[in-house]
C-alpha cells in the first residue's frame, strides 16, 4: 500500500536556525515526488517535484532533495514567514495524476 | 492568471442536512480534482475528472457524497446526508493534464462543520 510519512509533525525553529523535514515513502512506481507549502486558512502552494534519486531543487531558502525511500527538505537561515505546513506528496507511475499526501509538518520560525 | 476558485469559504450544517460546494479550475485545466483534508492530516483524494469523465473515485463515500463536471469546466461537490466525520476542509485542485509532470494547483477550499 502506498504510504507517506512526514517528520516531524511539529518543528520550532529560531530566524536564522538551519534545519531539515523528512518525507519518507512507500509506493509501487514513483512518477514523482511533490512539496506543497500550506498557510493557514488557504489551500496549498506547490514548491517543488523530483522525479528520480540524487535529484536536488532549490527555491530561495529552501532546497528539496531526493533518494530512492524518502526526500528532506532543507530550510536554510528561516525567516517568520516561513512559518507554514510543508507537505509531501507522491505521484505514482500511472495514467493518473492522483498525489497521495503524507500528514505534514508544520514550522514555526520565531524571530 | 486567475486560480482556482472555490465557493463558499465556510459553511455550518447540522447532521443529516445536505449541503453543495462549488469549484472552477483555472481556464484550460483538463483535470479537476477533489480533496478532502480532515484537520491535523494531509489531503486525501475523493475523485478526479479528465474533462467530463471520472478517472478515479475509488475513495469517494458514494452512499453520500456524489460529485459531477458539466461541460468539462465547473464542477459541485454534493454531500448528503452529512455526518460528523465530514467536517473537512474540501479542497479542489486543477491540473493541465492528468499525470506526467503536471502539478496540481489548489483552491483556498471549503471549510465545513458538521455539528
Known amino acids: 500500500e502506498d504510504q507517506v510519512t512526514q517528520s516531524p509533525e511539529a518543528l520550532r525553529l529560531q530566524e536564522g536556525e538551519s534545519s531539515s523535514l523528512n518525507c519518507s515513502y512507500t509506493v509501487s512506481g514513483l512518477r514523482g515526488l511533490f512539496w506543497y507549502r500550506q498557510d493557514p486558512g488557504k489551500g496549498p502552494e506547490f514548491l517543488f517535484t523530483l522525479y528520480s534519486a540524487g535529484e536536488e531543487k532549490e527555491k530561495e531558502r529552501l532546497k528539496a532533495t531526493l533518494t530512492k525511500k524518502e526526500s528532506f527538505l532543507h530550510i536554510t537561515a528561516p525567516k517568520p514567514e516561513d512559518s507554514a505546513t510543508y507537505l509531501c506528496?507522491?505521484?505514482?507511475?500511472?495514467?493518473?495524476?492522483?498525489?497521495?499526501f503524507g500528514q505534514g509538518t508544520t514550522l514555526q520560525v520565531k524571530p | 492568471e486567475a486560480g482556482v476558485a472555490q465557493s463558499p469559504r465556510y459553511k455550518i450544517i447540522e447532521k443529516r442536512q445536505s449541503v453543495a460546494f462549488w469549484c472552477n479550475p483555472i481556464s484550460g485545466h483538463a483535470t479537476l480534482y477533489w480533496y478532502q483534508q480532515i484537520l491535523g492530516q494531509g489531503p486525501k483524494l475523493l475523485i478526479q475528472f479528465q474533462n467530463n469523465g471520472v478517472v478515479d473515485d475509488s475513495q469517494l463515500p458514494k452512499d453520500r457524497f456524489s460529485a459531477e463536471r458539466l461541460k468539462g469546466v465547473d464542477s459541485t461537490l454534493k454531500i448528503q446526508p452529512a455526518k460528523l466525520e465530514d467536517s473537512a476542509v474540501y479542497l479542489c485542485?486543477?491540473?493541465?493534464?492528468?499525470?506526467?509532470?503536471?502539478?496540481?494547483?489548489f483552491g483556498q477550499g471549503t471549510r465545513l462543520t458538521v455539528v
Open positions: 506528496a507522491v505521484r505514482r507511475s500511472s495514467n493518473t495524476g492522483k498525489l497521495i
Open positions: 485542485a486543477s491540473s493541465p493534464l492528468s499525470g506526467g509532470d503536471t502539478e496540481a494547483f
